[in-house]
């Protein structure tokens, strides 16, 4: 049992016409460095970058009691350091960027997938495409999470039910929440437990 973290820049596409490609790398490199280093402080793992989009899962290959917590922090950590990032491309006469975020926790396959010549370690299942699929339906600035995750963390954020939600690609429709913000006491993110990076 894993959550599973995906982080999307809006309108990448239109950002990307703007910009001289070295500009625009260089965009994305601060953006990707300073999103690791939040999903690192939480324990969690950085499974890929797919174009402009972060994946991230907790609880493979590491496990902590609270990874749905972690998820959520790491989750709106990244709000508000993108925040703080796009005050910084504003004053340089930079586009910003603004972030969807979705979180889903449940059961996946967990191993190495890939063809003889290339292995990468991976979580695979039905949860993973919630998450893709929530962090899809994210407006910008937003975190949205599937009511597993939800029911596991309700009592450490204040949210709001956004409804009853049909997903592309999916025949069941799911519950899903907006995280808005921690309680204080869940704030004090960063486990020193196993931690990778």
Do not use: W
Not at 100 to 125: C, H, K, L, Q, S
Not at 164 to 181: D, P, S
Request: glycine share 8%.
């Amino acid at each position: 049992t894993v959550t599973t973290l995906f982080c999307d820049v809006r309108g990448f596409t239109a950002i990307a016409e703007q910009l001289e490609p070295a500009v625009l790398v260089d965009m994305l490199n601060e953006h990707f460095t300073a999103m690791t280093k939040i999903i690192f402080r939480e324990v969690g793992t950085l499974d890929k970058y797919i174009g402009d989009e972060i994946m991230a899962v907790f609880g493979a290959p590491l496990q902590n009691e609270d990874d749905p917590l972690r998820a959520v922090r790491s989750a709106l950590a990244m709000q508000a350091r993108n925040k703080e990032l796009n005050a910084q491309r504003s004053a340089m006469g930079r586009p910003v960027f603004e972030l969807g975020v979705g979180i889903a926790t449940g059961e996946v396959i967990a191993g190495y997938v890939g063809a003889p010549e290339r292995m990468e370690f991976t979580v695979v299942g039905d949860r993973v495409n919630t998450a893709r699929r929530l962090c899809s339906l994210a407006t910008a600035g937003q975190v949205v999470a599937d009511a597993d995750t939800y029911a596991l963390v309700k009592e450490t954020v204040d949210a709001k039910a956004i409804g009853t939600c049909i997903l592309r690609g999916k025949e069941r429709t799911i519950h899903a929440y907006e995280i808005i913000r921690l309680h204080a006491l869940a704030s004090d993110g960063g486990a020193e437990s196993s931690a990778l990076g």
